[in-house]
């Protein structure tokens, strides 16, 4: 079946740093690709999606391009705040219309 | 404004008791969803609805209810038959497939058995 990856957190780097959050997938055809994001105690936000090869999805200046050929969906950002401090979600939406989520990666910024 | 509201924020239940846990949207959207969120994890998936008055189980369905009597509304009952209830619980809607199918989510709710 449908399965996604990405890097085991927490994930730990100063105010400014260069963040990437690694996510590859494996699926039957070509399925929408999205990143969530959740504060803690919150729900889940949308933070940004893809839906097709080489489409680029971007939001609050975190940026990830589906990539066909490595099956992947990394999330980046070039200057991360506190703020940004949070739990990502990289999910891929199957044939049935379900959410296939990766394990999740805890970042925390320190300023 | 739009979105999807569950409600109560947080809720205390007793040994023997169920408990009903609200979620309704306004974003007319056809497919809802009820996930699991234990601390510290990922989520999983207890019921879904792809329409009015019809659903399908989740992965967890185990000890849980629901119903789909309006578009709107899409309640879980968390059972007395559910052992270990206190959880997360986060309730979701998707767009139609010309809008883009992605899914949304509530604020959750959280339980926790006294």
């Known amino acids: 079946g449908d399965s996604v990856t990405q890097m085991e957190g927490p994930v730990t780097l100063s105010e400014e740093a260069f963040l990437t959050i690694n996510c590859t997938y494996t699926a039957t055809g070509y399925p929408s690709l999205f990143w969530y994001v959740q504060y803690p105690g919150e729900g889940l936000q949308l933070l940004l999606k893809a839906t097709k090869a080489d489409d680029k999805g971007s939001n609050k200046g975190f940026e990830a391009t589906y990539r066909k050929e490595t099956t992947s969906f990394h999330l980046e950002k070039g200057s991360v705040q506190v703020s940004d401090s949070a739990v ?8 049935n219309y379900q959410l296939i989520w990766g394990a999740g990666t805890k970042l925390i910024i320190k300023p | 404004d739009g979105g999807i509201t569950q409600s ?20 007319n959207h056809d497919a809802m969803y009820w996930y699991r969120q234990d601390p510290g994890q990922g989520l999983r998936l207890i019921y879904y ?3 009015v008055n019809d659903f399908q189980k989740g992965d967890i369905a185990e000890g849980y209810s629901v119903s789909r009597e309006k578009k709107e509304s899409f309640p879980l009952t968390v059972t007395s038959a559910q052992k270990n209830p206190t959880a997360f619980y986060l309730c979701a809607s ?11 989510f509530g604020e959750g709710s959280w339980l926790t058995v006294v």
């Open chain 2, 49 to 51: 609805s792809q329409i």
């Open chain 1, 88 to 95: 990502y979600f990289c999910a891929l939406l199957d044939s």
């Open chain 2, 8 to 27: 109560p924020k947080y809720l205390f239940r007793k040994e023997g008791q169920n408990v009903t846990l609200s979620c309704e949207q306004n974003l």
């Open chain 2, 94 to 104: 998707r767009q139609g497939v010309r809008s883009g199918n992605t899914i949304y």
